[in-house]
């Protein structure tokens, strides 16, 4: 299986700030990596898909970076909306997710 | 607009049996692979069965297999879960989602969920 490990787990920032979320494969994924937002009680949003495209409707402070096993989600100027928990997911076999990032203020 | 709506959760006791069901709305369900993903409280996404467009390719996660079975009505526009041989670990929130690609996906649409409660 391969296993997505994210860091921090938990991450304390300023409306305005620039942050960014690590998330490491245990082996090569290519770039077949999404990333998720999550609010308390509702669904996870697709926010990257495939590394570094932006899904529609995403707004563009949200960027995505890497391949191989290491890569980075970027909120350029963190907004009040921002305040959630992220999640990597690798899909290149089977599907995994991190253990989630919690970014709060 | 696209629409996942999740229903049949509940209480059950271990080793009982249950049907989750996903309705769809808003696409065409027929030509895309569906998902079922769980998230027990308080902890992280895992996902659980994927079928494919047709429904002639399914596959499921190891902690599942033989319990669970994922089918889908394309007539219907609908998912199903049937799960059987329940246990306390399966306690979760279950989100039914929609594949995104042709072979290989990721989740770009999400139900709301539907909470499934393993306990005597």
């Known amino acids: 299986d391969i296993q997505m490990t994210q860091s921090p787990s938990t991450l304390s920032a300023s409306v305005g700030d620039r942050v960014t979320i690590t998330c490491r494969a245990s082996?090569?994924?290519?770039?077949?990596l999404a990333w998720y937002q999550q609010k308390p009680g509702k669904a996870p949003k697709v926010l990257i898909y495939?590394?570094?495209n932006l899904e529609s409707g995403v707004p563009s402070r949200f960027s995505g970076s890497g391949s191989g096993t290491e890569f980075t989600l970027t909120i350029s100027s963190l907004q009040p909306d921002d305040f959630a928990t992220y999640y990597c997911?690798?899909?290149?076999?089977?599907?995994?997710f991190g253990q989630g990032t919690k970014l709060e203020i | 607009e696209v629409q996942l709506v999740e229903s049949g959760g509940g209480l059950v006791q271990p080793g009982g049996s249950l049907r989750l069901s996903c309705a769809a709305s808003?696409?065409?369900?027929?030509?895309?692979?569906m998902s079922w993903l769980r998230q027990a409280p308080g902890k992280g996404l895992e996902w659980v069965a994927n079928?494919?467009?047709?429904?002639?390719?399914?596959y499921s996660a190891d902690s599942i297999k033989g319990r669970f079975t994922v089918s889908r009505d394309n007539a219907k526009s609908s998912l199903y879960l049937h799960m059987n041989s329940l246990r306390a670990e399966d306690t979760a929130v279950y989100y039914c989602?929609?594949?995104?690609?042709?072979?290989?996906?990721?989740?770009?649409?999400w139900g709301q969920g539907t909470l499934v409660t393993v306990s005597s």
């Open positions: 989602a929609r594949g995104n690609g042709e072979y290989v996906i990721y989740f770009d649409y």
């Open positions: 808003g696409f065409s369900f027929s030509t895309y692979w």
């Open positions: 079928i494919k467009r047709d429904g002639s390719e399914i």
């Open positions: 082996q090569s994924i290519g770039t077949w």
């Open positions: 495939k590394a570094s």
């Open positions: 997911q690798q899909y290149h076999t089977y599907y995994t």
